[in-house]
């Protein structure tokens, strides 16, 4: 009776091959790990760069080349907590891959660790150059801080003192940044172009965001007769220092914040017709000109709109969830359908060094390009993508420079009064 039901099991195991193929398991998900700041005072803009990624992946349906892959998310609030997440996601579920994080800070911790760690760690959104700096496992797809503050320095010099009839020279610049390396990075940049273009940087004022005297700090700049005002600055201690220049009645030509408080919708929000006439410079949100745009990139926005409007009805894709999903995208969709064996943190390096796509084919505008092995910047991406934005009405901005992604021509700007930035009396 054995042997004649031994016989009848293999007859069966060999119609099942004939009429299906030889029979394979299902290949198991490919764990990623990713963390952000998803409570405390970051937990807004981490909480939306992490729906980019998600987004990016929901676009996938889930999958890079039929496998699925599962999100291993941590939320970090301290730099200790990132290297232990980075820890924490090697030793115990064995990833060669790390998505994250949004803050600066948390971001210079994290590659530190997974650089000693030899695991990938991709970057969607902090902008400190120390992030890629002389790393080997790190890649990042947004724009450093150095290169927006050049964006700050260039658009003043390009765009708002020729509308003002004036010319370069001789204009007078006050930087105000906090003090971390963030602040740092994107002050060095300003400080860089200032200097190209022959502007006159009368002060440069590091402050601790968590521990400064608003007025103390705005009267120095007052006392300094600027022309133009870069602030770089997190959103509570830039809220507070452009309602103190607007309590003080600092007049200026115009005002360009950056990045991580200026561009925020927490800053119009806060500030409201304050706000209005003050410009950011960042990485892009939706609003960009579609002539930034190549045609894949332009079908691509629209389906990630139409999704994201499902998920959260209403709510526009800021800045920050354009970063997650970009960053999401170039992983999923650029990176890792082209590796053909193991996915292990080797493999996922050496595809990413090979991608390279042209400016316009990312949903932001961005092209990809890594700077290559053994440079100073390795993994930072080369044709990412950064812009101005002005603040047009209560809660509404639009972007203003570069022409290619313009949408409007910036407000007039002239002295307090007159209707631009110099307004910083009462509104």
Not at 284 to 300: C, F, G, N, R, Y
């Amino acid at each position: 009776m054995r042997s004649r039901l031994w016989a009848t099991l293999a007859v069966v195991a060999f119609l099942a091959t004939a009429c299906h193929g030889t029979a394979t398991a299902a290949e198991p998900p490919l764990v990623v790990g990713a963390i952000y700041p998803l409570t405390g005072p970051q937990a807004e803009p981490g909480g939306q760069e992490l729906s980019g990624v998600k987004l990016a992946l929901k676009l996938l349906q889930g999958k890079v080349d039929g496998r699925p892959i599962q999100l291993k998310v941590i939320d970090v609030q301290s730099t200790s907590d990132a290297r232990a997440a980075v820890d924490e996601l090697v030793d115990r579920y064995h990833v060669p891959l790390i998505i994250g994080s949004q803050v600066s800070a948390l971001s210079v911790a994290a590659a530190t660790e997974a650089d000693k760690r030899k695991v990938v760690f991709w970057e969607t959104g902090a902008v400190a150059d120390e992030v890629t700096l002389n790393r080997s496992w790190v890649f990042r797809t947004v724009a450093t801080g150095d290169t927006l503050g050049r964006t700050a320095g260039d658009f003043t010099a390009d765009t708002l003192i020729p509308q003002l009839g004036e010319s370069p020279g001789g204009a007078r610049v006050v930087i105000a940044h906090v003090n971390d390396s963030y602040g740092n990075s994107v002050a060095a940049g300003e400080v860089d172009r200032a200097r190209a273009h022959g502007l006159v940087v009368v002060d440069d004022i590091p402050y601790n965001p968590s521990a400064f005297d608003t007025v103390a700090l705005v009267a120095q700049i007052k006392a300094d007769r600027p022309d133009y005002f870069w602030d770089v600055s997190y959103v509570a201690d830039g809220v507070a220092i452009w309602r103190e220049v607007v309590s003080q009645a600092v007049s200026l030509r115009a005002a360009v914040g950056t990045s991580s408080a200026f561009c925020t919708p927490e800053f119009g929000q806060q500030l409201g017709p304050l706000a209005v006439g003050v410009f950011a410079a960042d990485k892009p949100d939706q609003t960009i000109s579609p002539s930034a745009l190549s045609p894949a990139a332009k079908v691509l926005l629209q389906n990630a709109l139409a999704e994201y409007g499902h998920q959260a009805p209403g709510a526009p894709m800021t800045i920050a969830v354009m970063a997650g999903f970009v960053g999401g995208w170039v992983l999923f969709h650029d990176t890792l359908p082209s590796i053909t064996g193991p996915v292990i943190a080797t493999s996922i390096r050496a595809a990413a060094d090979a991608v390279d796509l042209p400016a316009g084919q990312e949903i932001n505008g961005a092209g990809v390009y890594f700077a290559r092995p053994g440079s100073s910047d390795a993994g930072q991406n080369l044709r990412a993508a950064a812009d101005v934005s002005e603040w047009t009405g209560v809660n509404q901005m639009q972007a203003v420079y570069p022409s290619g992604y313009a949408t409007a021509v910036p407000l007039f700007v002239g002295p307090p009064g007159s209707g631009g930035t110099g307004r910083t009396g009462s509104p």
